[in-house]
């Protein structure tokens, strides 16, 4: 069996690393793939968001499905375009997307739907925007309504910071068109988890919760990155908690998807804020998270590739067995010098040797003319270990990425460390 896999991440090459672990008889090829996933099957130089190339090369090379994993292919429509060419595709159409591509629909939809969610409203005149930042007092959290790369939200700790984000989005032209409306929004206090849930439309495999660590310094400070490492599991997602996710949100959020016409298959990720009054949805994901991804495949005991397949060929997963996890993971990231501000590529890296329980993924790698592998990126690797308990995945997760050697490498060393804090107060 051939899978096509759409982007060139850690992410990406995860979900081909699962795929092959389900079934080593699985060819992958993947465009642009990376490196990484080179060792694992074949790529192809297309660009992720070259639609018709990847509906040519699908057919071409017959692969029996598609899988997408970033959100700009997703957005651009690269699932209702292989659909009307009857390719099977695992991934939700645009219009589905916008749960993630548009913060207004997402808003809207979850109020409409009773989702547990901070209260917002959107505007795009800058006078009435700052007259809500008023009304709601600070802390408030300002957004970009459009895709911005992870940085088109502002929580601003003070009005003068929101007054800032409301100039520069709407009168200004920080992140574009993105930018041009924007949502006021309530802010909530609690910790952040990432669930994600596999589904069909109607009916869903959740998986467990990750949590994952975006500022780029240690004891979480410092500027926002796309991620600086994740783990998994998470001891605050309790089955109370998993039960209240999949009853309020999920289920309501893939029956209003339905209802508005535009059912959501593929992987849905909720982005959700652990509040006293119980678990609000902070943003929703039309695809699978980075780095929480290379996060928790390597713990799924069960076969991701039966209802991935199952989803793309747009058959139900009914009755379909939950996931299966065995183990703790923590995956950190090895980031480039500079990161997250601008980064230089081309540094020669050097990998040291495999190590039972530990995968590095690549995420910003590429080899240069001479063959030599080199940083192309602000996030070069994803270093998940796997062990028994989280504080021996963090000792080895941590010893791997540290003899990840290139000039200016940063890595945080404390991934999972709100939970090894929990752990050790519980006597
Ligand atoms: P988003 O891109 O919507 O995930 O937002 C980025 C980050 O901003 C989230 O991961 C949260 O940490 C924070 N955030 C977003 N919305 C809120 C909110 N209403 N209250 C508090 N923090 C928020
Ligand atoms: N880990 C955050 C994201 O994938 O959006």
């Known amino acids: 069996m051939k899978i096509l896999v759409v982007g ?71 699932v209702d375009h292989f ?49 809500d930042v008023r009304r ?14 992870g940085k088109g939200v502002i929580v601003a700790m003070t009005i003068a910071e929101a007054d800032d984000a409301i100039a520069m989005m709407l009168e200004g032209n920080a992140f574009g068109e993105a930018g041009h409306e924007v949502l006021v929004e309530e802010f909530m206090e609690g910790e952040e988890i990432s669930v994600f849930a596999l589904t069909d439309g109607t009916h869903i495999l959740p998986m467990i919760a990750a949590q994952d660590h975006k500022r780029i310094g240690e004891g979480d400070t410092g500027p926002n990155t796309g991620g600086m ?3 998994a599991p998470v001891s605050i997602e309790t089955p109370a908690i998993t039960g209240l996710t999949v009853d309020r949100v999920f289920e309501p959020t893939l029956r209003a998807l339905r209802d508005a016409g535009c059912p959501f298959t593929g992987l849905l990720y909720a982005g959700l804020m652990l509040t006293a009054d119980g678990p609000k949805v902070v943003e929703f994901n039309c695809r699978f998270g980075d ?87 602000g996030r070069v690797f994803a270093v998940t270990a796997v062990g028994g308990t989280l504080a021996d995945a963090q000792r080895r997760s941590v010893a791997h990425a540290e003899r990840v050697s290139f000039e200016g490498r940063r890595l945080r060393r404390d991934i999972g460390w709100r939970e090894l804090a929990r752990s050790a107060r519980t006597p």
């Open 8 to 78: 060139g991440g850690g992410r990406e090459h995860a979900l081909a690393w699962k795929l092959r672990r389900d079934d080593p008889r699985v060819e992958i090829i993947a465009a642009p793939g990376n490196p990484g996933i080179a060792a694992l099957g074949r790529c192809v130089p297309l660009k992720a968001t070259d639609i018709a190339g990847l509906a040519a090369l699908a057919r071409s090379e017959g692969v029996s499905f598609t899988v997408v994993g970033p959100e700009a292919p997703l957005d651009a429509g690269i």
């Open 83 to 131: 659909r009307q060419q009857g390719l099977a595709v695992f991934g939700p159409s645009a219009a589905a997307a916008r749960i993630e591509t548009s913060k207004r629909f997402a808003k809207d939809l979850m109020l409409a739907a009773g989702v547990p969610t901070a209260s917002a409203r959107t505007f795009t005149d800058a006078e009435a925007a700052r007259a």
């Open 136 to 149: 709601l007092g600070a802390p408030v959290v300002v957004k970009a309504s459009g895709l911005a790369a």
């Open 229 to 231: 490492g994740a783990y």
């Open 291 to 377: 780095p929480e991804t290379e996060a928790l495949l390597p713990l799924l005991t069960s076969s991701l590739l039966e209802p991935m397949r199952a989803v793309a060929n747009g058959d139900s997963i009914a009755g379909a067995a939950p996931f299966a996890w065995s183990g703790a993971a923590v995956t950190t990231v090895v980031a480039a010098g500079g990161y997250p501000g601008t980064v230089r590529g081309g540094s020669a890296i050097t990998l040291p040797p495999d190590e039972e329980g530990v995968t590095v993924f690549h995420a910003g790698t590429a080899r240069d003319a001479s063959g030599t592998l080199v940083t192309a990126g």
